[in-house]
């Protein structure tokens, strides 16, 4: 048999419907297995209902999150997590990706935090405190209301931007949502409770995180960032 006769079932099988149809398979399990979509409005502005995520699963398997990363997180039994969807095939197609792990539920949030480390809210001005320095948060447009004297963490009632001293246990992580007003995030359980301790916060656990949030892939004129 010549060359030519080896390579012709070769040639067949990469022309083929099912040649195709794997490539296809294959490509989709790909895109499925590193885009992400943030949660609802709770990254916003930084991140918008729809975006559609890279997500960078690589990013901690030799490093650890750190202060400032946008991360995205399995929550564990502490974090809500949506009604099942009333859709049979949605419904479906989720429990296929929380089985084989390629599109499990996650969360997206900001690492404020991490283990050891103190979190507080406010001084005088408002700003969540880090081991005793005020964070510099450009991110945060949207916050919750305080008023220095008349809605603080002093007053009655108290501003809901206010938490107690809450310090990061091993292997844990304090996150936020950028959009302070709208995010059920670490703090959510503690905000505004003049009463709460040290055992309101709930944390993202290091074996929970799924990867680093990466550029936005969809919308088109989304392209780019986080």
């Not at 084989?100 to 690492?111: A, E």
């Not at 209301?145 to 206010?162: E, I, N, Q």
């Not at 040290?198 to 969809?218: H, N, Q, S, T, Y």
Request: hydrophobic share 40%.
């Amino acid at each position: 048999m010549t060359t030519t006769e080896h390579q012709r079932p070769r040639r067949r099988f990469f022309r083929s419907v099912w040649f195709h149809a794997a490539l296809a398979l294959t490509l989709a399990l790909i895109v499925i297995a590193f885009v992400g979509q943030p949660s609802s409005s709770s990254m916003a502005p930084t991140l918008q209902p729809g975006d559609r995520l890279i997500v960078n699963r690589l990013a901690y398997l030799a490093a650890d999150p750190a202060p400032g990363d946008i991360v995205v997180f399995r929550p564990g039994d502490d974090w809500e997590r949506p009604a099942a969807s009333g859709n049979a095939l949605a419904a479906g197609l989720n429990a296929i990706g929380e089985t084989t792990g390629l599109r499990p539920y996650v969360l997206v949030k900001r690492v404020i935090a991490g283990p050891g480390q103190t979190v507080e809210c406010c001084d005088a001005d408002g700003s969540v405190l880090v081991d005793g320095v005020p964070l510099d948060e450009p991110y945060v447009v949207q916050d919750l209301p305080f008023v220095a004297g008349d809605l603080d963490c002093t007053s009655t009632p108290t501003s809901a931007r206010c938490f107690p001293a809450l310090t990061v246990p091993d292997d844990s992580y304090l996150v936020l949502g950028d959009n302070r007003t709208n995010s059920a995030d670490s703090v959510y359980p503690c905000r505004g409770d003049p009463d709460a301790d040290d055992g309101c916060a709930r944390w993202m656990m290091r074996d929970e995180v799924f990867g680093k949030a990466g550029p936005i892939l969809w919308p088109i004129n989304r392209w780019g960032g986080p």
